[in-house]
């Protein structure tokens, strides 16, 4: 889907009320969306923050260890390209200072390109409307959550029960799986400077998929995976079990995605939040925010200008 270029960050905005009513959430992947495809965003870029634009980078106080809010649960076995990668990232990070803000990454249509508009349906040779109204309405959700395997998805993905090919479905989503433009240029410089960077998405364990193709352990940690949690944006106790397990305060944390109700959910918990419009408009927005962003080449990769 094609994202419009932001000529500025936008101004910040107040959170909303936790108990707001907003556009559901459709998920952080494909078959979330339950009616209808949502619209491009007008406004060529929005960034929304609680907090004046100043010192993210300074040392913050740890928060007070009694806390109300759920632990995050104990993290099964995952890939060791992924489980491998974190280690790394939690012995280098104990060897010197934390550096702040971290950074929380959306991943579908923030990173990576999103499968469900256009390829999903061509594979089951339906439109786009004719898929919404024959799909079952909560089993991706489900498997989102991890309360239900693939071969369940497989009995359940249609409404009326109908078989499928799901070794096909999965070979067709990773065929479409790509780095949104100009994206990995960002992970790449924000990891060159030494940022903690985690994924935060609602995604099933197919995000595996994603890995093997396009590698994103090279910059980010699978921390938060709705299959691992059990909870999905933008349900507060998902961003607050974050904050609690990384152990920082909310207004430490960035959390970048492409849907509105996500980043105001991320605002009712105290985070600061950006809406994902592009790389370029990323780029402009953490850098008014004050991340460091300084123009490195990376191994095989340009500079980023």
């Known amino acids: 889907m094609e994202k419009k270029t932001a000529s500025a960050p936008a101004r910040p905005l107040a959170a909303p009320p936790v108990g707001s009513t907003r556009q ?37 106080p740890k928060p007070a260890s009694s806390s109300l809010r759920p632990p995050l649960p104990a993290m099964s076995a995952s890939p060791s390209a992924a489980a491998a990668p974190a280690a790394v990232a939690g012995s280098e990070a104990a060897a010197r200072p934390r550096k702040l803000p971290v950074l929380l990454f959306d991943v579908m249509d923030t990173l990576v390109r999103d499968p469900y508009y256009h390829q999903i349906p061509a594979f089951f040779k339906m439109s786009m409307k004719e898929l919404l109204e024959s799909k079952h309405p909560t089993a991706w959700s489900e498997f989102e959550k991890g309360l239900i395997d693939e071969n369940e998805l497989a009995k ?6 109908r078989s499928f090919d799901l070794e096909g479905l999965k070979e067709c989503m990773v065929r479409a799986y790509e780095y949104i433009d100009g994206v990995e240029d960002i992970l790449c410089c924000l990891k060159k400077n030494n940022y903690e960077i985690h994924a935060f998405t609602n995604y099933p364990v197919w995000y595996q998929l994603i890995e093997d193709k396009l590698k994103l352990s090279k910059y980010l940690s699978w921390t938060f995976c709705s299959c691992r949690t059990g909870k999905r944006k933008p349900s507060p106790d998902f961003y607050l079990q974050a904050v609690d397990h990384l152990n920082v305060d909310p207004a430490s944390c960035i959390f970048i995605d492409d849907r509105m109700v996500n980043i105001e959910a991320a605002l009712s918990v105290g985070m600061v939040g950006l809406q994902f419009k592009n ?3 990323l780029r402009k927005d953490l850098c008014a925010l ?3 962003l300084s123009p490195l080449v990376c191994e095989g990769e340009a500079h980023v200008q």
């Not at 495809?37 to 960034?47: C, D």
């Not at 359940?156 to 029960?161: A, C, E, I």
């Open 24 to 60: 559901p959430e459709h998920g952080g992947g494909c078959f979330s969306l339950l009616s209808s495809v949502r619209p491009v965003p007008l406004l060529a870029s929005f960034m929304v923050s609680l907090l004046p634009r100043a010192p993210y980078l300074a040392s913050f």
């Open 156 to 161: 359940k993905f249609f409404s009326d029960g």
């Open 279 to 281: 790389a370029e408009a």
């Open 290 to 292: 004050g991340v460091e």
